[in-house]
């Protein structure tokens, strides 16, 4: 079977290596492909030069490739319809339709859904304007919680400490900070609790749970600082235990999953729930309508199963079929290696020496890497995804940490203490 994965950040990077081994790719003959890619990921796919909002050239490559599958990596042409456009070309994809794609699309569109469907979630006024947005403040106690309603790439999310921080960081929304994302925005009470990742399968029915991990969203050390896509993470999220991991797929996922399909739009491949542990329960933070990144990194460290396999399931329809996916006992972490300037506007171009960083169990998944005569350079934000297992998080941080030490990359930085939650936990 060939295989198309759209996309050229570290998650891409993390889909290709796993679904290069997956027994379509590593023992059928088949050839596995990638738009736009990156150096990471032409070691292990065939790269092409694709236009994910060019339904039409996309569409075209598949039937002349005979593509058995599409993968699509990235948010926004998930909420472009891209997986519409090849449905109705009769091209297997994983990926939730336009409509579905709402989940992550629309944080509105989400609060509407969890009230209808009763899914335990943090109390919210959505607001069009300004004004109005000042207005609702006086609704909540502070820190006020302030996210732009549309797509901000990870970063569309400020925790106000008092109300005078929200009204500036209000006026920045609605003054193009996060460009379109932001010309509607969603207030939220502050829920206390520490947020713990978890990932689901399904092909509009049937849904299986697919690992946990626990991000580093914060730029700085000691979750400090302004948000990012993420500087680290780590799976299992161990504090999403087997009860409440349960109590989270019965209460949040699986009704997401039935009011989807009674709506209407079902929705057909990864869910990503963004969960707070409260004291009430697990409570729905947001959804993402594709795999995590860097979370996707640690979960396809840890996979035992046939990625494709499961992919296609979902794509077919055929999920229930297949028993719940087998993860590696071993705790998989990620440091995010960034360039210079990031979250804000970072540094390209500065050079990057991999050599003797990867080893058994480490690997170096690229994130915005580019080749500038014969040499590897940064070129974006999150540059480098430095990946490690071990028997516990304390031995995973250290094989990641120690892969890191052997990277030259001068114009780049990184967190020290990803996983200190956890570690604490260990002891």
């Not at 519409?84 to 297997?92: K, N, P, Q």
């Not at 995590?292 to 329809?317: F, I, K, T, W």
């Not at 020496?353 to 690997?363: I, M, P, S």
């Not at 999150?382 to 990277?407: D, E, F, M, W």
Request: proline letters at 5%.
């Amino acid at each position: 079977m060939n295989i198309l994965v759209l996309g050229g950040g570290g998650r891409e990077h993390a889909l290709c290596w796993k679904l290069a081994q997956s027994a379509a790719i590593a023992e059928d003959g088949g050839t596995l492909y990638a738009a736009p890619g990156n150096p990471g990921i032409a070691e292990c796919a065939l790269l092409v030069s694709l236009d994910a909002g060019d339904h039409d050239a996309v569409t075209a490559f598949c039937r002349e490739r005979a593509i058995g599958l599409v993968v699509i990596g990235p948010e926004a042409p998930l909420v472009d319809g891209l997986a519409d456009s090849l449905r109705s070309a009769s091209i297997a994809v994983f990926g939730p339709s336009r409509d579905a794609a709402q989940l992550e699309g629309s944080k509105n569109f989400t609060k509407g859904l969890c009230d209808r469907a009763g899914i335990p979630t943090a109390g919210y006024v959505h607001c069009a304007s300004l004004e109005q947005a000042k207005q609702a403040l006086s609704t909540f106690s502070p820190p006020f919680v302030l996210k732009a309603d549309g797509l901000a790439a990870g970063k569309g999310v400020v925790i106000a400490e008092n109300e005078d921080h929200a009204i500036e960081a209000l006026a920045d929304m609605f003054g193009g900070a996060f460009g379109d994302a932001g010309a509607e925005v969603v207030i939220e009470e502050f829920m206390e609790g520490e947020e713990v990742s978890l990932f689901a399968l399904t092909d509009g029915e049937s849904v299986i749970p697919f690992g946990t991990a626990q991000d580093h969203k914060r730029v700085g050390e000691g979750d400090t600082g302004p948000n990012t896509g993420g500087m680290g993470a780590y799976s299992p999220a161990r504090v999403l235990t087997e009860a409440l991991l349960a109590e989270s797929m019965e209460r949040i996922v699986f009704p997401t999953v039935r009011q989807m399909h009674k709506e209407g739009t079902p929705y057909v491949g990864v869910l990503y729930a963004g969960l707070m542990l409260t004291s009430e329960g697990p409570k729905l933070v947001e959804y993402n309508c594709r795999f995590g990144d860097p979370e996707c990194q640690v979960l396809m460290m840890r996979l035992e199963s046939d990625l494709a396999q499961y992919m296609l399931a979902a794509s077919a329809g055929t999920l229930a079929a297949l028993p719940e996916p087998s993860f590696a006992e071993d705790t998989a972490m990620t440091v995010v290696m960034a360039a210079d300037g990031y979250p804000g506007t970072p540094k390209k171009g500065g050079t990057i020496d991999l050599d003797g960083a990867e080893r058994e169990g480490v690997k170096v998944f690229h994130a915005g890497t580019k080749l500038a005569d014969g040499a590897l350079v940064a070129n974006g934000g999150r540059v480098l995804n430095v990946t490690a297992t071990g028997p516990s998080t304390k031995a995973a941080q250290h094989a990641a940490y120690a892969a890191v030490a052997k990277i030259d990359f001068p114009t780049g930085f990184y967190r020290t203490d990803i996983g200190w939650r956890e570690i604490e936990r260990e002891g």
